[in-house]
T-cell receptor, first 112, second 114 residues
Framework: DTAVSQTPKYLVTQMGNDKSIKCEQN?????MYWYKQDSKKFLKIMFSYNNKELIINETVPNRFSPKSPDKAHLNLHINSLELGDSAVYFC???????????FGPGTRLTVT | GENVEQHPSTLSVQEGDSAVIKCTYS??????FPWYKQELGKRPQLIID?????GEKKDQRIAVTLNKTAKHFSLHITETQPEDSAVYFC?????????????FGQGTTLQVKP
């Protein structure tokens, strides 16, 4: 199946823990993104990589660190998790910019 | 800063009626305007997009209009069906930034009653 996939789908963890979310796309795209969708459904860009180079780095706490080992993968590591980090995190990819972005299924992170 | 305002936040229509969702953007350099549909528990998916060199684009029951002077754009859905029920997001970006950064509106929850 050609798609954008994310693991895990659900993540429940305690405050203070460190966790990672992984994203892979097999669409051959050169640009990947991380979005956060909060409880009010608001979608906000966090990071974007183009050919493994960071091109968008929004005002996000430095506890969040993205990493792109290659064009097909973009991971998100979160240190010292806080209650306010609870949200759905979406990975997306596109071929170039300002074109359709293909979203992954999302990772629902719950911090208790 | 960059901002996209979307209205209404919720919209309820009868099956077969039309639905209109409106967005206003603040960055006059924005020139790419996609619309995404997100069904409950699912991922956002692109349904239509428009670039600033055209004023209107249509795809079957969906149309988008753009007024660059007023800095607003709208999504029109005709002959609505229950499967149109979802959250709809407008977004804007400027191609000159070369980053693909999308600024999303707050979303509109559309309910189509059978």
């Amino acid at each position: 199946d050609t798609a954008v996939s994310q693991t895990p789908k659900y993540l429940v963890t305690q405050m203070g823990n460190d966790k990672s979310i992984k994203c892979e796309q097999n669409l051959g795209h050169d640009t990947m993104y991380w979005y956060k969708q909060d409880s009010k459904k608001f979608l906000k860009i966090m990071f974007s990589y183009n050919n493994k180079e960071l091109i968008i780095n929004e005002t996000v706490p430095n506890r969040f660190s993205p990493k792109s080992p290659d064009k097909a993968h973009l991971n998100l590591h979160i240190n010292s998790l806080e209650l306010g980090d609870s949200a759905v995190y979406f990975c997306a990819s596109s071929q170039g910019v300002n074109v359709e972005q293909y979203f992954g299924p999302g990772t629902r992170l719950t911090v208790t | 800063g960059e901002n996209v305002e979307q209205h209404p936040s919720t919209l309820s229509v009868q099956e077969g009626d039309s639905a209109v969702i409106k967005c206003t953007y603040s960055d006059s350099a924005s020139n790419y305007f996609p619309w995404y549909k997100q069904e409950l528990g699912k991922r956002p998916q692109l349904i239509i997009d428009i670039r600033s060199n055209v004023g209107e684009k249509k795809d079957q029951r969906i149309a988008v209009t753009l007024n660059k002077t007023a800095k607003h754009f709208s999504l029109h859905i005709t002959e609505t069906q229950p499967e149109d029920s979802a959250v709809y997001f407008c977004a804007a970006s400027r191609t000159s930034s070369n980053t693909g950064k999308l600024i999303f509106g707050q979303g509109t929850t559309l309910q189509v009653k059978p």
